[in-house]
């Protein structure tokens, strides 16, 4: 019988462990989870097998199927990325900073894992693994939740990090899942604020609403990004068509592609149609409000009117909203109404408009002459990415290491007292 | 009618602004704040007066009373603290870090303000005042909701709040007020999470649990303080005795005020009789367990057995919990099951133990051979406090300026695509 409160017990009791560890000793447990993976394979492969044929008989796209099957070559992905994580510099026991008070007393910051953390997530099993090992690099117990669609991967790699974890020396309630696919248990989760810290939703905007909802505990939303480039009248044009094409085209399926393309009046009669036909060449359908809709209407590319919610999507495919704006004031003025925050740039030669810009534009990320695609922990250097926060507490944009870590007060006296 | 929607909208409009002025820009305005409460004193007082009248008529103590007035003297200090908030350093615009990227691009980490604030208070009017600059400083909007003890002294501070902020160009929606106060509207707040970012509950322990329980905003609990301190066998027990007396004596009605000693079992027979003579010059009442009891019980300390829940009290008194433990494994155990991780201290002389019990106690503040009185934004030399707070996530003990900020990224390219 699945009892939330204990669970939440035991890995209170997992993270002040772990936060005792040395760096050697969880890079330690690390490599035996890389190990017992590999060890494993077979297992977790046939339980992942089960899982898609599950999914097979429910009707699940193969997209779909595809994201959650696990395969020889995957599995060995997960081992080597796990051991990427072990390489990585461990941000805790560092001191952010030391100083001496004014009594003479030493006064040091120093950064300490969070605790414990929730995490929910759907779809790919992989994340198990991802999440499980970047908590335990930066000395957090979690507490995971994944999608019923592939409930039985996620029990198989559980089980490859437990037993890893008791090879290793660790407690193996550092890493815990809700062995229920019952959703009530989440909403248990959500409520256990005594012994979870943190709550990371990974999916879709319902489970960002439900936790928002929900949480008793502070939850870091995050991943979805309805992102804009505005192409100013002072921007290289010819470069403005590929970082739009780059920015939509490379990857449609993710947070930081390209949603919204806004066009300044006396560039959009030149810009549209170029920027149209390049579209065109990887059948990205426009959807137009009415003053690009009438520039673009005769051109190669497929284009629509643009519909009441439809600079309110993220899209995730290849469709892009297009919209003619007076300057860069409307372009601010949109944005603020329809950006989710995540990623937003502006295409400028402009060096007023783009300090306005960067200055006003208040997103995770804002770009100057940039594809909004850079939007990632790898790409901004971080090493690691447990996910893109849009909100504004502890952490904004790609979430590292360090942003799993918290920090504590550490005052060394002699005696001393206040006066 | 009041229309907490409305006053959102209004406030996150207001942030937007105010995220674009110059740090000389939000001094003005605070010193048109100072400017305007002297100007406005007489009728801030007259109102305060009403308040008071109420208040006795109501049966209130003579000390919350007390609390709840202001004098002229009082408004000149909540006037030239507004004064000290324009001298202190801007964090917001400062870059937390400048890199380049691996393809020449420039990443920049900038603090910016959080947006719109949320704070639910209680008693003091002073506070009002207090959070309204430290917002306005940082660039944030405010949503006020005071104590119903001092409805009439909040509205009229926030009237002159707004004229001075009128007077000095800024938006007067940066700092609003929940003028009603029927409780629905406290719920309405935590539920506005288009609008705000950010809740600090200011009160006791119900706020806190009304927030945490009702919010969709995060919030940052904090200001309740069970704290500890472990003298350890090796001890400068005269030292302790000081160290001991200040915590506990100097200022007992705040959160960093000492509740329960913890004395290692080989120097209780020794030490427990010195401290408690000491105490007991100030009229300290013991709550001892059974070991401390049997120890104290002849002394001239005012002695009673400790309650079962006494060790999870904050006293905010002249009380005090006694307990005699094994050695410091037992001291550790007990501050993880009673203490609010607001600060802890240990008294050693063995740099094992000191090592071990900052290391393994995780409280937002843990002290070495100190008091715990020391956990306070002055101390630390933040040259503010907002809150403390004894949660994990953004900020951890006293909130400065700087922890009134978040930040964002920022991506310069020169027409830059992702490979």
Chains 1, 2 share one sequence.
Not at 62 to 76: G, N
Request: proline residues 3%; contains cysteine.
């Amino acid at each position: 019988m699945l009892n939330l409160v204990e669970l939440g017990k035991s890995a209170k009791i997992a993270a002040r462990q772990l936060a005792t560890f040395n760096t050697q000793q969880k890079n330690n447990a690390l490599l035996a989870i890389a190990e017992e993976l590999e060890k494993q394979s077979d297992d977790v492969l046939k339980q992942n097998a089960l899982d898609i044929k599950d999914g097979e008989a429910e009707g699940l796209s193969k997209a779909i199927l595809d994201r959650l099957l696990l395969t020889k070559k995957r599995v060995e992905c997960m081992a080597a990325d796990v051991r990427k994580v072990a390489e990585l510099p461990d941000p805790v026991g560092k001191n952010i900073s030391e100083t001496e008070m004014y009594n003479g007393m030493k006064l040091i910051k120093r950064r300490v894992p969070i605790g414990v953390l929730g995490v929910i997530y759907e779809a790919r099993p992989n994340v198990t693994i991802d999440v499980a090992t970047l908590c335990l690099k930066t000395g957090n117990a979690v507490i995971l939740r994944g999608g019923k669609e592939t409930f039985r991967s996620n029990i198989a790699l559980v089980n490859v990090i437990q037993t890893a974890l008791e090879n290793a020396g660790c407690p193996k309630n550092a890493v815990q899942y809700i062995d229920n696919p019952d959703r009530k248990y989440v909403t248990e989760l959500l409520q256990l604020h005594e012994y979870v810290d943190m709550i990371i939703p990974r999916g879709g905007a319902g489970l960002h609403k439900l936790c928002i909802e929900q949480s008793f505990i502070p939850v870091i939303t995050g991943g979805i990004g309805i992102c804009h480039i505005f192409v100013d009248e002072s921007a290289d044009l010819t470069r403005a068509v590929d970082v739009v094409e780059n920015a939509k085209v490379q990857r449609p399926s993710v947070c930081n592609a390209l949603d919204t393309l806004l066009v300044h009046k006396n560039v959009a009669e030149k810009f549209l149609p170029e920027v149209a036909d390049r579209l065109a060449e990887s059948e990205v359908e426009l959807r137009a409000e009415k003053k690009a809709f009438k520039i673009l209407e005769n051109s190669n590319a497929l284009v629509i009117p643009a519909g009441e919610d439809d600079f309110d999507r993220e899209w995730l495919a290849l469709i892009l909203g297009v919209k003619v704006v007076d300057g860069i004031d409307e372009a601010i003025t949109h944005i603020h109404e329809h950006s989710s925050e995540h990623s937003d740039s502006i295409l400028t030669q402009d060096d007023a408009n783009a300090e306005k810009f960067i200055n006003e534009v208040n997103s995770a990320a804002v770009y100057l002459n940039a594809s909004t695609r850079f939007t990632d922990g790898g790409e901004f250097g971080l090493g690691a990415e447990v996910a893109v926060s849009t909100q504004k507490l502890h952490a904004r944009g790609p979430m590292g290491l360090e942003e799993l870590t918290t920090y504590k007060w550490i005052g060394i006296g002699d005696g001393h007292i206040r006066e």
